[in-house]
């Protein structure tokens, strides 16, 4: 059992940066990876960032890659998502997932 809440959703303009945070708790080990996902306006949701427990195996859809960076606290439980060099395309709702629960999301909107 775990439950999982994003923060940090805001809207901003192009260029601008968020940083998206995961605030995981959970009944058994936190040693499994924590996952972003993004679910753009009227589409289906997307894997954009993943990361296991020890934070050595990181990965990134092709789109974010270089603009967005995934890390973990040490204590595991926390994730977050560096949002950086936003475009009007990345808006969406942001999801987090730990051991296939969801979190709320947390909307970001960027114009132009």
């Known amino acids: 059992q775990a439950q999982v809440e994003e923060s940090g959703g805001d809207s901003v303009r192009a260029g601008e940066s968020l940083r998206l945070s995961c605030a995981v708790s959970?009944?058994?080990?936190?040693?499994?990876?924590i996952t972003w996902y993004r679910q753009p306006p009227g589409k289906g949701r997307e894997l954009i960032a993943s990361?296991?427990?020890?934070?050595?195996?990181?990965n990134y859809a092709d789109d974010v890659r270089g603009r967005f960076i995934i890390s973990r606290e040490s204590d595991k439980n926390t994730a977050y998502l560096q949002l950086n060099s936003l475009k009007p395309e990345d808006t969406g709702i942001y999801y987090c997932?730990?051991?296939?629960?969801w979190g709320q999301g947390t909307r970001v909107t960027v114009s132009s």
């Open positions: 997932n730990f051991m296939g629960y």
């Open positions: 990361i296991d427990s020890f934070g050595g195996d990181i």
């Open positions: 959970a009944s058994t080990s936190y040693t499994y990876p």
